[in-house]
């Protein structure tokens, strides 16, 4: 499995980004896709998940309202789109995939297999 992210960039308050991560070597309907973050001395936090097709979609309340995640099977592609960024926001955002997450594990990294390597997003006041 090969999760390859980007998007990332440097972007004034109030931008909006879109980052992609395109999956390969698995069978991408049957995969729940999520996105975590890690700022610069903290620990790894949950962004959102999308569960395979067909399945709901979650995120974390700090970036409710704000950021949206999605899937296209046709692509093997899953996106977030983050508006109304904030300088709180900066981190490097990493693309995950895993198949048979439980919902109760689904904001929790230990729970997921694969990784992408991250893409920088970086948010100036």
């Known amino acids: 499995v090969q999760l390859q992210a980007s998007g990332g960039g440097l972007v004034q308050a109030g931008s909006s980004l879109r980052l992609s991560c395109a999956a390969s070597g698995l069978t991408f309907s049957t995969y729940t896709m999520g996105w975590f973050r890690q700022a610069p001395g903290k620990e790894r936090e949950f962004v959102a998940a999308?569960?395979?097709?067909?399945?709901?979609?979650y995120v974390n309340d700090s970036v409710k309202g704000r950021f949206t995640i999605s899937r296209d099977s046709a692509k093997n592609t899953v996106y977030l789109q983050m508006n109304g960024l904030k300088p709180e926001d900066t981190a490097i955002y990493y693309c995950?995939?895993?198949?048979?997450?439980?919902?109760?594990?689904?904001?929790?990294?230990?729970?997921?297999?694969?990784w992408g390597q991250g893409t920088l997003v970086t948010v100036s006041s």
């Open positions: 995950t995939a895993e198949r048979g997450i439980i919902l109760s594990a689904i904001r929790d990294g230990r729970a997921y297999d694969y």
């Open positions: 999308v569960r395979r097709s067909g399945g709901g979609t």
